[in-house]
């Protein structure tokens, strides 16, 4: 059914934005002090909802979700000013006197299109750096994590500027209608099945987007490190949110023989974080829905089962799993896992673990464990990924300084921090120069030898 609000709710918006209501920077600073308080006063409700939809430990819940977009509207807050103060560019001596400046200005109203995975951060986060730049946004949060949606619709309500934000309830049918309104950008976080979906739609009006995709980021590990401290953060990362995160190792590629040791510390370190019985651990999320748990657990009888393999498809619960001699050709390594099941392919040498690597689409991360600087390197130069993490997969999203963003089918452009002001908003360029004295009359017509040679030396 169509939803005769959707463009009403869009022209709305755009008219406040066009009477310049958003532009203001102290309008866009009470935004994200808004912003901050429905973190701070709704964190709790979210945590329930987020526990409610997936499963997720409170703890968790505020680490990877609410007190992460904590920290980006408080760094946004705090260097606002000086990420859109107007940055002067050199002006060429042939075009002096003269003044040449770049203004970030806002693109307009800017639509948001959430995943389940991490429902609080990933439509958060961009809604930030949005309004940070002053445009007007329309939120639409995943239908499939509904709980956390609504109450994210409810609390953004309630804290936020009506005029300037709305959010937009529903699934693929909402998303849709929604692409058919013109956006001055559309920032997407989801599959890259989806992610075409919503390029080509956005392609009919001409406006830019942000792609947050997924893919299969890999784990190398090498031996001389401290294989247990490497399985630790290996499982840290992978079973976090029950593997249903973007930027999750997908796989180990275990070079020249670490693998037999690797698969030991890596039941340790399962056992260590969430006990004999998963199940049973308040830490342990569940799988979205049916249909996920489904495809996930057509993986669970390839290769060799190191440890889990449990599952129980009315829980939506699988045992956090590590499978070992899978067969780089088999489904489990043909598509992004997003669960689980963590596969380790051995390799002799890290020229191998590179071709496995290429042999994908460019993941969203890519990570080594190593302790020589050589293989940074080559990992850096042979290999390209959104992000590479040495030592440590996730953390980098942590870093404020650091973009976030895939390349090639992991997704187009990044955001965070000073990052988000890029993508948010327009590099206006601005050349300011004097009438007088008319400096331009040697580029006239008509050109003569002397003009000529001016003209060419200045340059
Ligand atoms: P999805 O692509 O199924 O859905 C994402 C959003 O798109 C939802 O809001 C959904 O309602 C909407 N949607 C679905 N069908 C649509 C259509 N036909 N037209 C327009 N919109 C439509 O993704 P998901 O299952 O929610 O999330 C998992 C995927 O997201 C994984 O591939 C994961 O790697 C990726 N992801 C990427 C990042 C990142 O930051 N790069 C973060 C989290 C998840």
């Known amino acids: 059914m169509p939803n005769a609000n ?34 701070r006063e709704g964190g709790d409700e979210l945590a329930e909802a987020l526990r409610a939809d997936l499963g997720k430990a409170a703890a968790e819940s505020f680490l990877t979700e609410i007190d992460f977009v904590g920290a980006e509207v408080r760094s946004l807050r705090k260097h606002l000013r000086s990420w859109l103060r107007p940055k002067r560019t050199h002006t060429p001596p042939y075009l002096q006197p003269g003044k040449s400046y770049v203004l970030r200005e806002p693109l307009g109203v800017v639509l948001v299109i959430g995943p389940f995975n991490y429902p609080v951060q990933l439509t958060l986060a961009p809604l930030a750096g949005a309004l940070a730049c002053g445009n007007a946004v329309v ?24 005029d300037a934000v709305a959010v937009v309830e529903g699934g693929p049918e909402a998303a849709a209608e929604l692409l058919e309104q013109r956006f001055d950008h559309v920032f997407f976080t989801g599959s890259s099945r989806v992610g075409r979906i919503v390029a080509s739609a956005a392609a009919e009006h001409l406006t830019p987007v942000t792609l947050e995709l997924g893919g299969k980021s890999p ?12 399985a630790r953060r290996i499982a840290w990362g992978k079973f976090m949110n029950a593997g249903q995160t973007c930027v999750a190792p997908d796989y180990v590629i275990a070079v020249d023989g670490t693998g037999p040791e690797l698969e030991h510390h890596l039941s340790e370190a399962v056992r260590e974080m969430y006990g004999h019985a998963p199940a049973d651990s308040p830490d342990y999320a569940r799988i979205v829905d049916e249909r996920a748990f489904d495809r996930l657990a057509g993986f669970l009888d390839e290769g060799r089962l190191v440890c ?10 699988i045992a956090p799993t590590v499978l070992a001699d899978v067969d780089p050709k088999s489904p489990v390594m043909a598509e992004e896992i997003f669960g689980p099941i963590l596969p380790i392919l051995s390799v002799g040498t890290l020229d191998e673990a590179i071709e496995q690597v290429l042999s994908h689409e460019k993941p969203l991360a890519l990570y ?11 990992l850096l130069t042979r290999t390209s990924s959104g992000a590479v993490g040495f030592n440590i997969p996730v953390a980098h999203l942590d870093v404020p300084g650091l973009p976030f963003g895939g390349v090639g089918h ?10 988000s ?4 908003s327009h590099a206006k360029a601005v050349f300011d120069k004097p009438l007088m004295p008319d400096t331009m009359q040697v580029v006239y017509p008509p050109f003569t030898a002397v003009k000529e040679k001016i003209m060419r030396k200045l340059r």
């Not at 080594?368 to 080559?378: E, G, I, Q, V």
């Not at 992991?410 to 990052?419: C, I, L």
């Open 6 to 39: 959707l463009p009403a709710t869009v022209a709305r918006l755009r008219a406040h934005y066009e009477i310049g209501a958003t532009k203001p920077v102290p309008w866009r600073l009470s935004q994200l002090k808004a912003l901050g308080n429905l973190l």
């Open 139 to 162: 939120v639409k949060p995943s239908e499939t994590t509904s709980r956390t949606s609504a109450t994210l619709a409810r609390l953004m309500r309630e804290f936020l500027d009506p």
């Open 219 to 230: 784990a190398i590990v090498e031996p001389g490190v401290d294989l247990a401290a490497a």
């Open 308 to 317: 889990g393999g449990g599952h129980n498809r009315e829980e939506r619960y």
């Open 368 to 378: 080594a464990f190593t302790a020589a600087d050589s293989t940074r390197r080559r």
């Open 410 to 419: 992991s997704g187009m452009g990044a955001y965070h921090g000073k990052q």
């Open 421 to 424: 002001i890029e993508t948010f």
